[in-house]
């Protein structure tokens, strides 16, 4: 088995865990959260540019398409693919690359304060009874 052809857009293998994830997703509910600014790709790369000289056609082809592919930005994870599309599921965005929609700087930070509340919101005792989950959970265990 190929892990990287099994990793590739359309495969297969990845087609069916799809499948088997929507029909075990039902009974769940899930918060998904998206990245809204855009970052240059591969920026911890730039010493790929390190051989010594002479450099063949092939070795300036290939560094001309990385500085091309520097020059512009990207989400790393658009929106299409952070999002599941189930009635279950509620989307949020997030005010941050990919590299720091996990990172914040204080408990003041929007972020930070938005999937607080998200996190919240998935223990309190309404969600958990709703879900069939009657144990009492206390919040501070799931954030500190």
Same mark, same amino acid.
């Given at each position: 088995?190929?892990? /990287? %052809?099994?990793? =590739?857009?359309?495969?297969?293998?990845?087609? =069916?865990?799809? %499948?088997?994830?929507?029909?075990?997703?039902?009974?769940?509910? *899930?918060?998904?959260?998206?990245?809204?600014?855009?970052?240059?790709?591969? &920026?911890?790369?730039?010493? *790929?540019? &390190?051989?010594?000289?002479?450099?063949?056609?092939?070795?300036?082809?290939?560094?001309?398409?990385?500085?091309?592919?520097?020059?512009?930005? *990207?989400?790393?994870?658009?929106?299409?693919?952070?999002? /599941?599309?189930?009635?279950?599921?509620?989307?949020?965005?997030?005010?941050?690359?990919?590299?720091?929609?996990? %990172?914040?700087?204080?408990? =003041?930070?929007?972020?930070? *304060?938005?999937?607080?509340?998200?996190?919240?919101?998935?223990?309190?005792?309404?969600?958990?009874? &709703?879900?069939?989950?009657? &144990?009492?959970?206390?919040?501070?265990?799931?954030?500190?």
């Amino acid at each position: 088995m190929d892990l /990287l %052809r099994n990793l =590739e857009t359309g495969s297969a293998t990845l087609e =069916e865990i799809s %499948r088997q994830f929507i029909q075990r997703a039902v009974p769940l509910q *899930i918060m998904s959260f998206y990245e809204m600014q855009t970052e240059r790709p591969l &920026s911890c790369l730039v010493s *790929i540019i &390190s051989y010594v000289p002479p450099y063949s056609l092939d070795d300036l082809l290939l560094m001309l398409r990385f500085l091309a592919y520097k020059l512009y930005l *990207i989400k790393v994870v658009p929106e299409s693919s952070a999002i /599941l599309g189930l009635s279950n599921e509620l989307v949020l965005s997030l005010n941050a690359g990919h590299r720091s929609m996990c %990172r914040y700087n204080s408990e =003041e930070n929007q972020n930070y *304060i938005l999937v607080e509340s998200a996190i919240k919101e998935l223990v309190s005792p309404k969600a958990l009874s &709703s879900h069939g989950t009657t &144990s009492e959970y206390n919040i501070d265990d799931f954030i500190s």
